[in-house]
């Protein structure tokens, strides 16, 4: 896990061409959005929104859930389940205060007070940093699509997922 990360320093400007590469690959990871087109929002109240919309695409979450089942299944094999559960356990404790620290900056500098807000960002990077190391304990590396979900995380990024057919990245 990095040292270092940018948790949502970049959240609302535009995307820079390597952000869309990566957006690009992350996309092609998933059978499930292999062709679905990114696009982004540019503040925490279109986030926001998105988050709460009613019609926001849950098959992205559903494919994720299963996914994240069968590598648990990969790496629990590999490592076994109470070492598996301790390592993750492990990586959230490490990360849990800069994400939220992060997220709650980020939230303050846009002029929010809105601890919701605040909580689903740093709840959804702390999900794809357990993620990301299932992949990678599952012998799956740093390609896999969940890698790739959290790498835009440690960029500044915040992955929304799947909303009116295009994935959205803020």
Known sequence: MPASAAWFARVGLPLA???????????????????????????????????????????????????????????ADRLGERALSNQLTGIVDALIQPIRDSAG????????????????????????????????????GGTHFFARKFALFTIGRWPLGLYLGRYIVF
Do not use: K, M, Y
């Open 105 to 140: 900056h980020a939230v303050t500098r846009a002029g929010l007070a809105d601890s919701s807000l605040t909580g689903a960002a740093s709840g959804a990077a702390l999900l794809a940093a357990q993620q990301s190391a299932l992949a990678c304990f599952a012998g799956e």
């Open 17 to 75: 061409p390597g952000e869309r590469a990566e957006i690009g690959e992350l996309l092609l990871g998933s059978h499930l959005l292999a062709h679905a087109e990114s696009d982004n929002v540019e503040s925490w109240a279109e986030a926001s929104a998105i988050l709460r919309a009613a019609d926001r695409d849950g098959s992205w979450w559903d494919d994720e859930e299963a996914e994240r089942e069968r590598l648990w299944i990969c790496a």
